[in-house]
């Protein structure tokens, strides 16, 4: 006996009553998942500034590393006898009385210029420096008991340099009326780690009495950093290079600057007051004038890799963006978007962040920047032409992609107003999406 088939339901089955809660929950874990490929992105990005880091390292240990002038520093030795309760000398050893100029004006003309390896830029620096100044002993004396005596005839001056392969001719001193040549090596431990010195032609008791002039002539080279260290009672440091994106470091702030797209002049004054070590003190003693140095450093103004690892912590935001407009887009039309090209379009959103990486390190990065949102959207918008077979939605999308990029490149050219900036955009963003979602109803 034929049975005939059951009417069909009048309610419809459960994926086609929640189809669009399911997809949408589909696109929040497609969202999730794409999430792997960034982190991979950032590993990217610190591996190639690694490799920058190595090209510059490379470039500046043959050519010279960061620089620190501290000095001049006369180191004169005497000799300390110990003695037992009953007076009795059980021992003698060699120590020194360090004493600082009284005033310390320095003059320097650096020359920058950059140099590449491979498609990394270095920036490297050389010049002339004049160290001027006088020192008094008479002062320094304090530091000493009346019974120990000072060798005189065995002083010798300090000029700290970090590293000694970036001097480029002889190092000159002219004391008082007498000029001659500085030694390699510094002679005292424990002061500086690297450095030159010369002996000085002292002789007691007239020395303590007297002002001893100096002029030290360097013509120094190196990168990165030029510092210098305030030990003077006074310490006057004029500087002018034609490197025009200086960066002032270390403890103490020009007091005056000029900077243009010709170069920088900068000076600053410093005083004994300001730092917190003597004018004399002896080895017993421990002391690091090294801990108030101040200088500017020479580097290249933009890091594009610091840039685009803050450009790649918005990804999320992006695609996630970029799935819902496509979302709402696909709840007006027919034709529906299979999970699959939603993982496509999210694709395309992380190539680019490895685009801007790739083109910012042969243009500048506004220009990288540039190519790589464009190839981006237009890809993006042509995309969802095909889907959708209407310009009008395609160019939807397009635009709702042109305006997150152009709020990413905001936020990226700023540095104190970026969470600002970020945090009011991201609420017009929300504000937006609720704006548009609030038809959005389950069936």
Known sequence: MYTPPPPPSADPGFFDRYAFTIKGFIIFL????????????????????????????????????????LGP???????????????????????????????????????????????FEVVLYGGQLSLKGNFKFADALNQLNGETTLQWEKAILILGIPDLRGLEDQVTLQWNDRQTFFEPGVGVSG??????????????????????????????????????????????????????????????????????????????????????????????????????????????????????????????????????????????????????????????????????????EHLPFNTAYLIAAVMTVGLNTLFARSLFASTKMALFVGGALTLLYVFLFVVLQQQDYALLIGAIGLFIILALVMYFSRQFKQN
């Open 191 to 360: 002061l500086v780690a690297s450095g030159i010195h010369v002996n000085l032609p002292l002789q007691a008791p007239s020395v303590a009495a007297n002002e001893h002039n100096f002029q030290i002539e360097v013509s120094l080279k190196g990168s990165g950093q030029l510092n210098f260290a305030p030990i003077g009672k006074v310490t006057e440091v004029v500087l002018k290079s034609n490197w025009p994106d200086p960066s002032f470091s270390g403890s103490f702030l020009p007091d005056e600057k000029q900077i243009s797209t010709s170069g920088f002049e900068a000076k600053w004054k410093v005083l004994n007051l300001n730092r917190n070590y003597p004018q004399a003190w002896t080895s017993e003693v421990e002391v690091n004038p090294a801990e108030s140095t101040f200088g500017v450093d020479f580097f290249t103004p933009v890091d594009n890799y610091q840039r685009s690892e803050r450009s790649v912590k918005y990804a999320i935001l992006f695609i996630c963006l970029t799935f819902l407009t496509v979302f709402f887009v696909e709840m007006r039309q027919t034709k529906r978007v299979h999970p699959f090209q939603y993982a496509l379009i999210g694709l395309a959103l992380v190539i680019f962040y490895i685009l801007l990486v790739s083109i910012s």
């Open 73 to 119: 520093i006369v180191a004169i030795p005497y000799e300390k006898v110990s003695r037992d309760d009953k007076g009795k000398e059980y021992s003698r050893e060699i120590k020194y009385l360090f004493v600082l100029p009284e005033n310390l004006n320095v003059n320097g003309n650096i020359s920058s210029e950059k140099r590449y390896r491979g498609i």
């Open 30 to 69: 497609l969202s999730l998942v794409l999430l792997i490929p960034t982190l991979f992105i950032i590993s990217l990005i610190s591996e190639r500034e690694g490799r920058k880091s190595e090209a510059i390292h490379e470039v500046s240990d043959k050519w010279g590393n960061t620089q620190t002038v």
